[in-house]
């Protein structure tokens, strides 16, 4: 009788931490279905727009969507894989910065409408995940780019801050089991995007986004054999130009880095 009992408590424990482990879709198909309705991708899929009108209408779908990662405990957020963790991190990233403009839209036209020191759109602590109160800085920077934890500069390239000069939101949800192959194709589409990133023969110089001059440090750690800004940029030196010499002089070293201004304009879709 007793073992019975035991049976029964040890099958009714595991069938309710089966449960618990289901309420979450590690697919974000919700998620997913608004990016793809919403998203234009153009420049060849080098960059994207937003139809922020439209993905207003869907609004309640955001919100609960939304609402799926509020509901995940940090217990449980610890317990999965770090591609599952770094999926979600950077996902509720994205989808909390288009709430965010949506809280204002159409009467913005740049994040920073919110203002720089009071109402700070990046620290203002405007929703919760694992029962706290968050920020998107507190998901980019005290959790995504803390030390000894994901350590991928990659996700640089993933989190989006809603305006033109960020490199693009992607037309889907990022999820675990494609997590490496889908940050590689977002550094890709983002070096291959001359507006953004591109060599100048006249000045012999690479002409980068900003985003390497302010997470210079994250691009000297997290990918293999890289320890210098430069040594990334060799890396994928193609990406940057088509000709065989500068690509060389980039490989080498030579190239002076430099930085394109920012543009925070609003990454809306029109139509």
């Known amino acids: 009788m007793i073992y019975k009992q035991i049976l029964t408590i040890l099958s009714l424990w595991l069938l309710a931490g089966a449960a618990a482990w289901a309420q979450f879709d590690h697919s974000h198909a919700a998620w997913s279905t608004l990016l793809k309705k919403h998203v234009v991708v153009i420049d060849s899929g080098k960059a994207s727009q937003v139809r922020y009108a439209e993905i207003a209408k869907d609004r309640p779908a955001l919100k609960t969507y939304l609402e799926t990662l509020a509901k995940v405990s940090e217990a449980d957020f610890k317990s999965w894989s770090k591609n599952q963790q770094l999926a979600f991190l950077i996902n509720a990233y994205n989808a909390h910065m288009i709430e965010k403009i949506l809280l204002r839209?159409?009467?913005?036209?740049?994040?920073?409408?919110?203002g720089k020191v009071f109402g700070n759109p990046?620290?203002?602590?405007?929703?919760?995940l694992f029962g706290r109160e968050f920020a998107l800085d507190t998901i980019e920077h005290d959790t995504i780019?803390?030390?000894?934890?994901?350590?991928?500069?990659?996700i640089h390239m993933a989190v989006n801050c809603a305006s033109i000069g960020c490199p693009m939101l992607r037309e889907e949800a990022f999820v675990a089991d494609k997590l490496d192959a889908q940050l590689e194709d977002?550094?890709?589409?983002?070096?291959s995007d001359k507006t953004r990133n591109r060599?100048?023969?006249?000045?012999?110089?690479l002409e980068v986004s900003e985003i390497f001059k302010w997470?210079?440090?994250?691009?000297?750690?997290?990918?293999?054999?890289?320890?210098?800004?430069?040594?990334?940029?060799?890396k994928y030196a193609n990406l940057?130009?088509?000709n065989a010499e500068q690509?060389?002089?980039?490989?080498?070293?030579?190239?002076e880095i430099k930085h394109l201004d920012y543009d925070w304009g609003l990454n809306d879709a029109k139509k």
Request: hydrophobic fraction near 35%; avoid cysteine; proline fraction near 3%.
């Open 105 to 114: 839209y159409p009467n913005i036209k740049s994040v920073w409408d919110y």
């Open 122 to 128: 990046f620290k203002d602590k405007f929703f919760k």
């Open 145 to 154: 780019r803390a030390k000894g934890v994901y350590d991928d500069p990659r």
């Open 186 to 191: 977002q550094l890709v589409r983002t070096l």
């Open 199 to 205: 060599y100048n023969a006249t000045s012999n110089a």
């Open 215 to 234: 997470y210079a440090v994250d691009f000297t750690s997290g990918l293999k054999g890289i320890k210098s800004r430069e040594q990334f940029f060799a």
């Open 240 to 242: 940057l130009t088509d």
């Open 247 to 255: 690509q060389k002089i980039i490989r080498d070293g030579k190239a």
